[in-house]
């Protein structure tokens, strides 16, 4: 099994762009997350999913989105990017929910110039 | 309210004893974590408590007090690797996860 794969692995964008930020595992997990992580500040969840067709909002939504089409995949998107989205992200995908280990990606470098 | 409260850095020497602490204030729980995290990488599960007491794996062990809202990390028998950044998050309802600000422990020879 490859787990948790994340694309891509570092990325620049201009204040304004959009990206979709990509997430796909094949454990066959029913919930996945997306985090955001800021230097000394922790992960923050911007978004999580407990199924196909099912999202819901973390702490952190603003100005992103996400979709849930399959079990595998959960990407991101960020509509007209701004410096304060400069971060690394992780996505993490668990198979049982409460009380089971998170597995998370290797995360994305994204820079807002 | 939620509140995450970790030491932002510790320092140890090989082959010592360091416990990490957590505090924390969220108006659900349904179980602590601990993930370890080494610079530059995703972090990695390391333990669960969600009843009070103590989890012993190897040469490290986790500790809670839901009570007390309170939980420790133990790590023994220091090596290098084991610095990294430690990071306490609760279950505070549903599956989510809240996180700490991690702590960054430092090991020297």
């Known amino acids: 099994n490859a787990g948790v794969t994340q694309t891509p692995k570092f990325r620049i964008l201009k204040i304004g762009q959009s990206m979709t930020l990509q997430c796909a595992q094949d454990?066959?997990?029913?919930?996945m997350y997306w985090y955001r992580q800021d230097p000394g500040m922790g992960l923050k969840l911007i978004y999580y999913?407990?199924?196909?067709?099912?999202?819901d909002k973390g702490e952190v939504p603003n100005g992103y989105n996400v979709s849930r089409s399959t079990t595998e995949d959960f990407p991101l998107r960020l509509e007209l990017a701004a410096p304060s989205q400069t971060s690394v992200y992780f996505c993490?995908?668990?198979?049982?929910?409460?009380?089971?280990?998170?597995?998370f990606g290797p995360g994305t470098r994204l820079t807002v110039t | 309210g939620q509140n995450i409260d970790q030491p932002t850095e510790m320092t140890a020497t090989e082959g010592a004893i360091v416990q990490i602490n957590c505090t924390y204030q969220?108006?659900?729980?349904?179980?602590l974590f601990w993930y370890q995290q080494h610079a530059g990488e995703a972090p990695t599960f390391l333990s669960y408590?969600?009843?009070?007491g103590l989890e012993e794996k190897g040469r490290f062990s986790s500790f809670l007090s839901r009570s007390k809202g309170y939980s420790y990390l133990l790590l023994k028998e220091l090596q290098m690797k084991d610095s990294a950044s430690y990071l306490c998050?609760?279950?505070?309802?549903?599956?989510?996860?809240?996180f700490g600000k991690g702590t960054t422990l430092s090991v020297s020879s």
């Open positions: 999913s407990v199924g196909a067709g099912i999202t």
């Open positions: 998050a609760v279950n505070q309802a549903g599956t989510a996860l809240i």
């Open positions: 969220t108006s659900g729980f349904n179980g």
């Open positions: 408590n969600v009843l009070d």
């Open positions: 993490a995908s668990t198979g049982q929910g409460v009380g089971y280990e998170q597995y």
């Open positions: 454990m066959n997990h029913n919930y």
